[in-house]
């Protein structure tokens, strides 16, 4: 029988694990990558899938092991969110539209361009607010992006207000990400970047478009995916759980500022 120093050295050592929330976002290119979205969810093991560029009336209502919860009805390029039965329930969700682009107005490709869900966590015994999100494309200009994710972050807040929240989908700004995440910062939520660029269709444009921004959760890590058929790469978001008032984030190399 051990001594009761051994037993209390062990019981010290012995660290409770926190439970791990992992969220996928991949944009479709206008809906051309959408047979890959089984495959996608269980070589990545999501708990929740997001999209962008979706034909929402073709989208299937369950792939591996995720169910549609919710998409976008009124979009040519629409948004929707995947999410696990057996691991979380749906509190509410909203669907937004944004500050519109020339772009926008004159090709009306996405009218509406975030959908926020409020969703529990049975396993994790919380709550959190998952978003997929869809900036204008890059002929529009940084500040109108910057005000689109600023008003996205606010539908986020008041939808649940302490609850903590993570964004992700097609930013659609690949430089000058300094300014942007000192932005982002003063609203309370954190940047965070993946390990490789996202979209490598283009030379010239090569670079993040696809990230993350987040309040009360831990970035674990955020993972660039094999390229598909998609002019985006997927990414892969993991995440935990935070003390309450607690804010984190990847390092990653900034671009100068604009």
């Not at 509190?91 to 959908?115: C, G, M, T, W, Y």
């Amino acid at each position: 029988m051990a001594a009761p120093e051994q037993q209390s050295t062990i019981a010290t050592d012995q660290t409770v694990q926190p439970i791990q929330l992992r969220v996928v976002s991949y944009n479709l290119r206008e809906h051309t990558a959408n047979g890959e979205l089984a495959a996608l969810a269980e070589a990545s093991d999501a708990d929740v899938l997001c999209v962008q560029e979706c034909d929402s009336n073709d989208l299937a209502p369950s792939i591996g092991g995720l169910s549609l919860a919710a998409s976008t009805r009124t979009n040519r390029l629409g948004l929707a969110i995947y999410k696990r039965d057996d691991r979380f329930e749906v509190q509410d969700f909203n669907i937004h539209s944004l500050q519109k682009s020339l772009h926008d107005r004159v090709l009306a490709p996405a009218h509406e361009r975030l959908i926020a869900m409020h969703l529990r966590d049975t396993e994790a015994d919380a709550e959190v607010v998952v978003a997929s999100f869809h900036a204008s494309p890059l002929t529009a200009t940084n500040s109108l992006r910057r005000k689109q994710i600023e008003a996205a972050h606010q539908f986020l807040r008041e939808l649940s207000n302490d609850t903590p929240a993570i964004m992700v989908g097609d930013f659609n700004y690949p430089w000058f990400q300094t300014n942007l995440r000192r932005k982002i910062e003063q609203h309370g939520f954190a940047l965070s970047l993946s390990d490789q660029p996202t979209y490598l269709r283009y030379r010239k444009f090569t670079g993040h478009f696809d990230f993350a921004t987040s309040v009360g959760l831990h970035i674990a890590g955020v993972e660039t995916l094999p390229a598909g058929i998609s002019d985006h790469r997927p990414i892969l978001v993991r995440a935990h759980y935070e003390h309450p008032g607690e804010t984190g984030a990847v390092a990653t190399v900034e671009h100068p500022a604009a």
